[in-house]
């Protein structure tokens, strides 16, 4: 039973395109999140919801449009794909301060 | 703003040699801090967490950390390492009011024979 589910686990596309990532949790949790990590490994957050309203969104470009049709679903939306937008993108959940349950990630390559 | 800083980028250790990885915060109360383990093309896996009381903390997989607030530290141990412990290693620390969470910028672990 996955607890944190994203789909696709691999996305290639070309520069220009729109794509999304799914994620899914079947925790119950009320806030789930979007962290991108780069080339780097390095981990940032990028936005997170809680119960389907928006708490934290980074400086983020617009291009990045988030979308939580319920508190079990965030799916993440990328308009105008760019070669810098190439990295991991997890998907991650919490109840509370105490932990956050992470997804296997998407690798998304843009060509 | 919280910050967190792994000063190390990689490590190699011998295996069943004893493992420190170490790990600074920045933040203005007490914090809530975290261990992440991240194995080649895999998700993050909470190894342990620290939030109040003793100041060492027993997580998965054999891993302790030691919570110094004196020297803003929150060090990972493992007296023996094994050869599946080579991986990523991230500390965190999260925002009390947002739940943010900010990572350090990780450590590679590699372990050798």
């Known amino acids: 039973d996955t607890a944190v589910s994203q789909t696709p686990k691999y996305l290639v596309t070309q520069m220009g395109n729109d794509k999304s990532i799914k994620c899914e949790q079947n925790l119950g949790h009320d806030t789930m999140y979007w962290y991108k990590q780069d080339s780097k490994k390095f981990l940032k957050i990028m936005f997170s919801?809680?119960?389907?309203?928006?708490?934290i969104n980074e400086t983020v470009p617009n291009r990045f449009s988030p979308k939580s049709p319920d508190k079990a679903h965030l799916n993440l939306h990328i308009n105008s794909l760019e070669l810098g937008d190439s990295a991991v993108y997890f998907c991650?959940?919490?109840?509370?301060?105490?932990?956050?349950?992470f997804g296997p990630g998407t690798r998304l390559t843009v060509l | 703003a919280q910050s967190v800083t792994q000063p190390d980028i990689h490590i190699t250790v011998s295996e069943g040699a004893s493992l420190e990885l170490r790990c600074n915060y920045s933040?203005?109360?007490?914090?809530?801090l975290f261990w992440y383990v991240q194995s080649p093309g895999q998700g993050l896996q909470l190894l342990l967490k620290?939030?109040?009381?003793?100041?060492l903390v027993q997580g998965i997989k054999g891993f302790e950390a030691e919570f110094k607030r004196s020297q803003s530290s929150f060090n990972l141990r493992k007296p023996s390492v094994h050869w599946s412990d080579a991986a990523e290693y991230f500390c965190a620390v999260v925002d009390f009011g947002n739940e943010k969470l900010t990572f350090g910028t990780g450590t590679r672990l590699t372990i050798i024979p």
């Open positions: 620290y939030f109040s009381g003793d100041t």
């Open positions: 991650a959940s919490s109840q509370d301060r105490a932990q956050q349950f």
């Open positions: 919801y809680n119960n389907k309203e928006l708490i």
């Open positions: 933040y203005g109360a007490t914090p809530y």
